[in-house]
């Protein structure tokens, strides 16, 4: 098992978690074995071609995907225990996800997107702490901008600041600068870092971006549904 040096219990543990999904041509395996921790508070890059099993992986560790076999623990919470309820209420209190695409709701506004995890909690300061999270990603003056009416860039920094907004304990990301050009993604990154710093929140990043897997303390390999390589190097530290 690729295992955390970080001291406090880790936010992530894959035991040997296998997926095998039916097609025509008869099962494919898509993971095949992965034992994984992930300490609280460390930053992880997932590095590997399309389809050696990336996304899959992170959809395991967020329970959008059972495995076939193998244990899967998020928080401490053994992810095969809860029926589909308490896998979204688990990911309600601890996980936030940010994805190439952004999945912003087009009909609300940015501010509105970045309040509905609040909202969904029942929190009654929802859309101050929105407006907070959105000022910290400098997107204070688009509060009542639509998607639509947003940059590239601008729509994943409102994507990752609705991921941090509930603090959760750990983000995960699927190739946040893949649709973003160099000088957007290295915006977008700081802003992802920084709120990192901030709340101390693990992260997990399935990511091509060099810029982004050397910001973080582990590059980890993947390779036709196994890591093939855990590696571990002092992040790049910039200003913020």
Known sequence: MTVSPHSESPIVVLKDVHLTLGS???????LRGISLEIGTGETVALLGPSGSGKSTLMMVAAGLE????????VAGQDLGALDEDGLARLRRAHVGIVFQAFH?????????????????????????RAAAALDRVGLDHRLTHYPAQLSGGEQQ???????FVAAPRLILADELTGNLDGTTGDIVIDCLFAEHARQGTSLLLITHDARLAERCERQLQMSDGRIVDDRRAAPLRRAL
């Open 24 to 30: 025509a041509a008869g099962p494919v395996n898509i």
């Open 157 to 163: 920094r409102v994507a990752i600041a609705r991921a």
């Open 104 to 128: 912003l709701i087009p009909t609300m506004t940015a501010l509105e997107n970045v309040a509905i995890p609040l909202e969904l909690a029942g929190a009654s300061d929802a859309f101050a």
């Open 66 to 73: 059972r495995p076939t076999r193998g244990r899967v623990a």
